[in-house]
């Protein structure tokens, strides 16, 4: 039947139990618990004979697997798992010389059409389920006082933690070949592609992705993405889908900052950078006032983003700079902090042109204007950021003047922490002063002593001025 009828890729699981089963491929039969063992093994028989294309008459044994997933063994899940990696990669290995087969027939070409959509879905959806399943396991893992227990001990040699990455890789391997064949040359499906890519951002809300150990499940991830970004115009929906992450998962900030990075570096898709930061920009900043915990991911993610590729930043700041007005301090912070990154690694140096030397002073004129900002956070991250710079050498000598002035205006205000980074940014502007290394104490001796005369030359005279005027007063 499935050879026969076109396999849609369902938006809910339940799609596949209704519909026109003379035109769509419809699930027949959901097997039970018990039915499912001796059904997997005959699958398993059957893709032994029959290849990848065995999917088309056992769909319904691991749709079912999956529909009763909560309720099976450990064992039974396990085995589906490795049944359809195998699958999928003979699939794999085999569409790489399919589709160079320009005589391939047109009902060959829509079995493997069909295989390929039911092995993605029913891969992804087995991802699916362990990703939920490691993330409630986690939750019961934290003991009253918010600490972590020792990981479990693996019983039986499998750990899902240990799968995700070879997973990862085998998707990226479907997607890296020529797809568009399947489909006469058209667009592949947008609902394949958001099926595969959907599986990468499911791992990456795990909050425990960022950590070291799973870098390699990260790489697989960032890697898959970028395939999908490179070869299937999935920018806008990775756009999306990514300032929804950063606005909803603290953690993905250092993640995607990793991930665009590569993006840019080692794809050249500079243009994903201006993408995010666009649809940033245009966030209401009334709205991101109220949401704070959205507004750190942001905030995170562009003040990362401006420390990895600054230049890049700097081609698309001027959508960010809106929120300089905004009530958000956080947001702010993050916009003046990259500003700041961008002076310490692009915007320096005595080669400067004309229209980045402008870009300078406007940015330096801002973060000028911010250190008297109403907020406290933002004054005492502003002399933070000014003291780098001093410290970095890359201040211009006509603007030590008035930064001094700013700096010492703030050794009053009424937060401690800003008169503290205020001390530490004229520390900082003593041992950074560009004259020092040319003075000396016997060369400001002699002009010293001409101004001490000067001084008490102008007492002297003030002081017979007031004779002056005291003695007449007298003799009257």
């Not at 009828?5 to 035109?23: H, I, M, N, T, V």
């Not at 243009?271 to 709205?287: A, D, H, M």
């Not at 960010?320 to 947001?331: A, N, T, V």
């Not at 702010?332 to 300078?360: C, F, K, Y």
């Amino acid at each position: 039947m499935a050879a026969a009828c076109e396999f849609q890729l369902p938006l809910a699981a339940d799609d596949l139990l209704r519909g026109d089963s003379s035109r769509h491929y419809v699930v027949q039969e959901v097997l039970s618990v018990r039915e499912l063992p001796p059904a997997i093994a005959a699958f398993r028989a059957a893709f032994r004979g029959q290849g990848a294309l065995a999917v088309l008459q056992h769909f319904d044994t691991v749709y079912s697997l999956l529909r009763h997933f909560r309720a099976l063994g450990t064992a039974a899940k396990e085995d589906a798992l490795e049944l359809m990696m195998q699958v999928v990669t003979h699939h794999s290995n085999e569409l790489s010389t399919i589709l160079s087969d320009s005589g391939l027939s047109h009902t060959d070409r829509d079995a493997h059409l069909n295989a390929l959509k039911m092995n993605c879905y029913l891969l992804s959806g087995l991802l699916e389920a362990f990703e939920m399943e490691a993330f409630k396991s986690g939750l019961m893992e934290v003991d009253p006082a918010g600490k972590n227990k020792k990981s479990r001990t693996k019983v039986s040699g499998f750990s899902w933690e240990d799968e995700r990455e070879p997973l990862l890789r085998l998707l990226t391997q479907l997607l890296q070949l020529d797809l568009r064949q399947l489909w006469s040359g058209l667009m592949v499906e947008e609902e394949l592609v958001s099926l595969l890519t959907g599986c990468c951002y499911r791992i990456l809300e795990n909050s425990n992705i960022g950590l070291q150990r799973y870098r390699a499940t990260r790489e697989a991830a960032t890697h898959l993405l970028a395939t999908a970004l490179t070869h299937y115009d999935h920018m806008f929906s990775a756009t999306l889908k990514i300032t929804q992450m950063l606005q909803h998962f603290e953690h993905v900030a250092p993640v995607f900052v990793q991930a665009v990075t590569l993006w840019a570096k080692e794809y050249g898709l500079k243009s994903i950078v201006g993408e995010l930061l666009r649809e940033i920009g245009q966030k209401c900043p009334q709205e991101l006032a109220r949401d704070t915990s959205g507004i750190k991911g942001y905030a995170v993610f562009i003040t990362e983003l401006a420390e990895q590729i600054p230049a890049l930043v700097l081609s698309n700041m001027s959508v960010l700079l809106r929120h300089l007005d905004g009530e958000s301090y956080m947001m702010r912070n993050a916009i003046l902090s990259a500003m700041a990154e961008v002076l310490l690694q692009v915007l320096n140096g005595d080669q400067l042109e004309e229209a980045a030397r402008d870009t300078r002073d406007h940015f330096l004129n801002t973060l000028q204007a911010h250190i008297c900002d109403v907020n406290g956070f933002v004054r005492s991250r502003v002399l933070q950021l000014f003291t780098r710079i001093v410290q970095g050498k890359v201040l211009p000598l006509t603007q030590f003047l008035s930064v001094v002035s700013l700096a010492v205006g703030r050794l009053k205000d009424k937060s401690v922490v800003v008169v503290k980074n205020a001390i530490q940014l004229l520390a900082a502007f003593m041992s950074n002063n560009p004259y020092s290394c040319k003075l000396s104490c016997s060369d400001l001796a002699e002009p010293l002593k001409k101004e001490v005369q000067k001084l008490q030359e102008m007492r002297d005279c003030c002081r017979e001025a007031g004779n002056f005027f005291l003695f007449p007063i007298l003799r009257v």
